[in-house]
């Protein structure tokens, strides 16, 4: 195995472990209530010389947000999670890493891959 095909796996090893771990969070339970109305609807049923057209008429029932009710999923979306000194450190540490274990012509690539897969994974590892 060469020093590439080891800094890679290495790095899709670090990248992919800590993107699972973001997800498995989940708020507690909520109540919720469900308001109606009915909306009345017209539609133009197009016709022909022999056959006039006509308007069909009709209400629905439509589900909408209750009056006086905050909304939680306008909550639930806000991220306030920041992984600024994550990010930083990771970039840091892996630019490091990757000048350590590439020589000559191959540290063009390594040093600025190294530098975005730490910083991937250092805003990760950070709550991001």
Not at 9 to 35: K, M, N, P, V
Request: glycine content about 14%.
């Amino acid at each position: 195995m060469n020093l590439k095909t080891a800094f890679f796996s290495i790095l899709l090893i670090c990248t992919g472990s800590t993107s699972i771990l973001a997800d498995e969070y989940q708020r507690g339970f909520s109540s919720s209530r469900t308001c109606t109305r009915n909306e009345y609807r017209e539609e133009y049923v197009p016709g022909t010389r022999n056959d006039p057209g006509y308007v069909k008429k009709w209400e629905e029932t439509v589900e909408v947000p209750c009056p006086g009710v905050s909304s939680t999923t306008n909550q639930n979306k806000i991220d306030n999670n920041d992984c600024t000194e994550g990010k930083i450190a990771g970039g840091i540490l892996g630019g490091g890493l990757a000048t350590a274990i590439s020589r000559g012509k191959d540290r063009w690539w390594a040093i600025p891959a190294g530098v975005i897969g730490g910083s991937i994974a250092g805003c990760q590892i950070d709550g991001g």
